[in-house]
């Protein structure tokens, strides 16, 4: 197994927050379904990973 690399990126709040309405309107721009989707395990490998950013950007943005 080999090493992966970590990337960590430096962002404003507004880029932040600006990157998040990006990732809703890549996943169809509503947001509620996206997320019920999830919650049954019926995401794309790709949509996860964009679950998953989706989540992390709520959690530094406080909400």
Do not use: C, H, K, Q
């Amino acid at each position: 197994m080999g090493i992966v690399p970590i990337v960590v990126t430096s962002m404003t709040p507004a880029e932040a927050r600006a990157r998040r309405e990006e990732i809703v309107r890549r996943v169809g721009g509503d947001e509620s379904a996206f997320r019920d989707r999830a919650e049954v395990y019926l995401l794309s490998a790709e949509e996860l990973a964009l679950y998953d950013e989706l989540e992390n950007l709520d959690f530094l943005l406080g909400e």
